[in-house]
Structures are given as C-alpha cells and as structure tokens.
C-alpha cells in the first residue's frame, strides 16, 4: 500500500499525471473501501478532470454485490448516490444507491428524500408508491404516517388514477385522523366521481 501512495504522489506531483493517479486510488480504495482519506482523494482528482462518472463507478464496486450493513457503507451508499444525482444526472444508478442506504436505517430521513427526489425526477411513480407504502408501514409517529398517506393518496388519484386504492388511503387516514379535513373531503369528491353512491351516503351519514 505505501508503494501505491508514493507511485500515486509521483504520477500527481512531478509527472501531474491526474488520471493516472485516479486509476492508483482506485487500486488502494479496492484494497480498503473504508478508507475515507481515499474517498477525499478520489473526489478531489475526479473533480480535477471532470470525472465524476468514473468516481461513481470505482465507489460503487464493494456494494454492488454486497447490503449494506453498517453506517460507514450508508454514508457511501447516498455519497453513490449523490454523484449519480448531481454529478451524472443518472436518477437511476442515484435511485438504487439511496434505496440501498434507506434498506439498511428505514429511518434515515435523509436517504428518504433524496430517493423520493430521485423518483419524483425520474417519473417512476410505480417505485414512488412503494416508498410510500413502506415508509408508512414503519414510522412510529402517527403524525408522520398521515403524511405519508397523504402523498400516497395524491399519487394514486393523480397520476396513477387508481380511484379505488386512492380511496381506500384516505379512509386509512380518517381510521387514524378522523378530524383531518383534507382527507374528509378528497374521499367525498372521489366516491363521487367513481358514482360509488353507497360509499358516498355512509361517508356523509359517518360525517353526521
């Protein structure tokens, strides 16, 4: 390894070789992932030449075939993730890394929004309501869990227009916020635009 890191001062120093020097780090980052002085180097010599998808490539080999477990490999996973996003606009490769951070802590809130970004960008509202519906399954806070909902409800009556489920989701938001005015009236509107006329008169009679 020290071989390496004077090999790698050589090629940056005298010879100002940058790429070259990139391809060295990435021989050291192979042989310890969890260096992150390297990951520092890496993104500094990326940055020189613009290379940010090859950046992405090399941090991303020790998790392509392994979960992340721990929360050194999360930090990586959204670091993936970010260049994919805002470096390469690769929502997609940004996707799958978030994904990977938020299935090791469902709770981090920080790998949610960057995925639910991720999703919202790309269109991919089949993925985005499973976020929703799995994030709704874990949090501890009913508050939270309402709001999740809400999105859920939004995306199934706008753009997946799937009425029935839409509906189905605002009466599981009453269950927990009966008061939620919101939540009254988009499942009114939306019995009545599916003419499910039994479900709108039990609504009204609930509301009595």
């Keep these: 390894m020290r071989l390496l890191v004077r090999l790698a001062r050589i090629y940056e120093e005298q010879l100002e070789d940058f790429d070259e020097t990139l391809e060295i780090y990435a021989r050291l980052y192979r042989e310890d992932f969890r260096d992150e002085e390297v990951w520092e180097t890496l993104t500094r010599l990326a940055k020189?030449?613009?290379?940010?998808?090859?950046?992405?490539?090399?941090?991303?080999?020790?998790?392509?075939?392994?979960?992340?477990?721990?929360?050194?490999?999360?930090?990586?996973?959204?670091?993936?993730?970010?260049?994919?996003?805002?470096?390469?606009?690769?929502?997609?490769?940004?996707?799958?890394?978030?994904?990977?951070?938020?299935?090791?802590?469902?709770?981090?809130?920080?790998?949610?929004?960057?995925?639910?970004?991720?999703?919202?960008?790309?269109?991919?509202?089949?993925?985005?309501?499973?976020?929703?519906?799995?994030?709704?399954?874990?949090v501890n806070d009913d508050t939270?869990?309402?709001a999740l909902l809400h999105k859920r409800a939004r995306l199934l009556r706008g753009e997946l227009r799937q009425l029935t489920n839409a509906i189905a989701t605002f009466r599981e938001i009453l269950e927990i916020a009966p008061a939620d005015h919101v939540a009254v009236a988009s499942l009114e509107a939306l019995l009545a635009e599916a003419r499910d006329w039994n479900g709108l008169a039990e609504h009204l009679r609930w509301r009595i």
Excluded: C
């Design 48 to 138: 020189v030449g613009g290379h940010w998808n090859r950046l992405a490539k090399i941090l991303s080999e020790p998790l392509i075939e392994t979960p992340v477990d721990d929360d050194l490999m999360a930090t990586l996973a959204r670091t993936i993730g970010s260049l994919y996003d805002e470096k390469t606009g690769n929502l997609v490769k940004a996707a799958e890394f978030y994904a990977k951070a938020l299935a090791f802590d469902p709770t981090d809130a920080a790998a949610f929004r960057m995925l639910e970004s991720a999703y919202l960008r790309a269109g991919n509202h089949a993925a985005l309501l499973a976020l929703y519906s799995q994030q709704a399954e874990i």
């Design 144 to 146: 939270d869990r309402v």
